[in-house]
């Protein structure tokens, strides 16, 4: 039996070396700015991060004191909570896998590095301890010491690493869209539901390191601004605390009339500064005055290295290509046999056939918004798009052809000829442009114009009463953007993006509802019982046009979805499932909710390449 001092200390040991390890994704792209610093004193904003985790430490160290039982534990973790939050920005933005998993879902996590699974530890994990118990004492002081050490380590990037311009707008650009993803979603705080108390917090925390920093250059240049961003942020925090009700609150309005304009003026403010201008490599384009734009998010930052900044004509040619039969080995199939223009690319089958006619293991999921992930395929065995084209090239039951052996039969139509030579120079004798063509278009197909979009960003008021009602419950009650983060709605974990989850869910093998699905999905990788059964989470935008459902089709309708989840999964419906990553308890969703919840998606619906899309691809081309 191990004791707790040394369960700690392993768990220590695999996080740091995981955190190390990882590190060098996340590079820092910081310019020297000799002139920035001059003007801005960034040691007094970092000094408030550094106090601030050092606070949160303090009070985790006063909750391993009082243990977990005593009813005042809950008010001392809710003060390391809170200066957690204070520190978050910059802390996490150093250490994005250590800050995950300091304020990450309470879940045990597979290291693919050392094949060890590591038990839930984190705020969250403190938390479900805290207020729903179920853990020895030794358990949960295990838990917190682990929490401690990982925020110390924390704490010495901030120490070592200067704050300059770059790194405090990156940060606090995640922290607002931590704010609309996360806490008021109730995913930072799934028991305890802090998030609202948490987003004021934050708020006050942007105008507190905001004063420390560049206020007297913003003050200068444009006094107007800075009284509009400090209104603006007073607005957002009336508007909450008029009503912290974690099934009522209003999300629709506070995104739309609050957040919103808080970026926005923040977005202003840092061109007004002149400190940076907002151009590394990223998942956001840094100029987008809101999270919901047509722009907001760089598909770019999403693609392999090799095929980023597609041309127009790389483009045109990728969709020449996918309806073109004679990439496949028999040249009956195309990317189109299963991917359907018409259908949202999706193709309205339980499960398509393959090159023998004979049924495909797993329904064909939807190709609109597909760039912006990091796992493909339902069993997440490709990393990127690229990778997932080239296995349909591979694949015997598909394309059946090498990824690397080039089809000279697509080339007795002419016109590949001067296509390929013009998105590319020449025409090569693999098929590696083949697949980068194919990958350009296919990471075309998004639009972030949808009815939602289109209001939730102010550019009309159309949304009923009922949309409004499905939005909101969207993103509390019914818990679907805990996995299904807005605005992407898919599985991609904001505010980093480095990855998407997969979750453990119960899919039954039929409608009825009676049988686990026999299918283990990500399970085949590894083998690790935690995740037999485990699925990519796929985006819900064009859901009310891409039936059926689940990896295996197996509910037609978007009402059986919802009952499935309304029930609380496949261990709600009495399926032995202890690695379940979705709540067991049932949502007790009424039929009014559920329609509202089916309202709302389907404003999701969004088939067309947006304007700004296009214009990106004129520019390169």
Not at 416 to 445: C, H, P, W
Request: net charge negative.
């Amino acid at each position: 039996m191990i004791n707790s001092n040394k369960l700690f200390l392993l768990l220590l040991y695999i996080l740091i070396n995981f955190s190390c390890k990882h590190n060098e994704e996340y590079v820092d792209l910081s310019i020297n700015e000799e002139q920035a610093t001059e003007i801005v004193n960034w040691e007094n904003p970092r000094e408030f991060y550094l106090e601030s985790i050092e606070k949160s430490i303090a009070h985790l160290e006063e909750v391993k004191k009082i243990g977990q039982n005593d009813e005042k534990s809950k008010e001392v973790f809710e003060l390391a909570r809170a200066e957690f939050k204070k520190a978050e920005p910059y802390a996490s933005y150093l250490n994005p896998p250590v800050g995950h998993r300091v304020n990450g879902p309470a879940l045990p996590v597979f290291l693919e590095d050392n094949s060890r699974t590591m038990p839930p530890v984190g705020l969250q994990k403190i938390e479900e301890s805290i207020y729903e118990s179920g853990v020895s004492e030794r358990e949960f002081m295990a838990e917190v010491e682990v929490t401690q050490g990982l925020m110390n380590n924390l704490k010495e990037n901030i120490l070592k690493r200067e704050l300059n311009p770059q790194r405090f707008f990156v940060a606090t650009h995640q922290q607002l869209l931590r704010i609309v993803s996360l806490s008021i979603s109730g995913f930072d705080t799934p028991v305890s539901h802090l998030g609202f108390d948490e987003t004021i917090i934050s708020l006050r925390s942007l105008l507190e390191v905001y004063d420390r920093s560049i206020s007297g250059i913003i003050k200068e240049k444009n006094k107007e601004l800075d009284q509009s961003f400090q209104q603006r942020i007073s607005e957002a925090i009336g508007f909450i605390e008029k009503d912290k009700d974690f099934e009522n609150f209003d999300r629709y309005t506070f995104i739309r009339d609050y957040m919103n304009p808080v970026t926005s003026s923040w977005v202003a403010i840092r061109k007004e500064s002149g400190l940076w201008d907002g151009n590394i490599s990223s998942p956001f384009n840094f100029d987008a005055p809101t999270f919901f734009e047509e722009d907001s998010f760089n598909e770019d930052f999403f693609m392999p290295a090799m095929n980023r900044n597609s041309s127009e004509k790389q483009v045109a040619l990728g969709e020449k290509l996918f309806f073109d039969k004679n990439l496949s080995e028999d040249k009956k199939m195309s990317c189109a046999t299963c991917h359907v223009p018409e259908k949202a690319y999706a193709d309205g089958m339980v499960t398509n056939l393959d090159n023998q006619g004979n049924k495909l293991q797993r329904n064909t999921p939807t190709l609109i918004n597909v760039a912006f992930q990091q796992s493909f395929f339902w069993d997440g065995r490709s990393e990127n798009l690229m990778d997932q084209i080239s296995s349909v090239f591979t694949n015997d039951k598909e394309f059946n052809t090498g990824v690397h052996q080039f089809s000279e039969d697509i080339l007795e139509d002419p016109a590949y000829k001067e296509m390929i030579r013009d998105a590319f120079g020449q025409i090569s004798g693999r098929n590696t442009d083949v697949i980068k063509a194919l990958s350009a278009y296919i990471a075309n197909l998004n639009g972030f114009n949808s009815k939602f979009d289109r209001n939730i960003r102010g550019e009309e008021d159309s949304f009923t009463a009922e949309e409004k009602h499905g939005f909101n419950l969207f993103m509390g009650k019914a818990l679907c953007a805990t996995c299904h983060f807005v605005p992407l709605t898919n599985g991609t974990v904001p505010p980093f993006f480095n990855e998407t989850e997969k979750e453990v869910i119960g899919v039954p093998e039929t409608a009825q509802n009676l049988n686990l699905d026999d299918d283990f999905g990500f399970y085949w990788m590894y083998g690790v019982e935690i995740q037999k059964g485990m699925f990519k989470t796929p985006t819900v935008r064009n859901s009310a046009v891409t039936a059926p459902y689940m990896h295996n089709g197996v509910y037609e309708t978007l009402e059986e979805v919802i009952d499935f989840y309304n029930s609380g999964g496949g261990a709600g419906l009495g399926f032995d499932l202890p690695h379940q990553t979705l709540p067991f308890d049932e949502l007790s969703l009424n039929e009014r909710e559920k329609q509202a919840l089916i309202a709302y998606l389907k404003t999701l619906t969004d088939t067309e390449v947006s304007e700004s899309k296009k214009e990106k691809l004129l520019v390169n081309n």
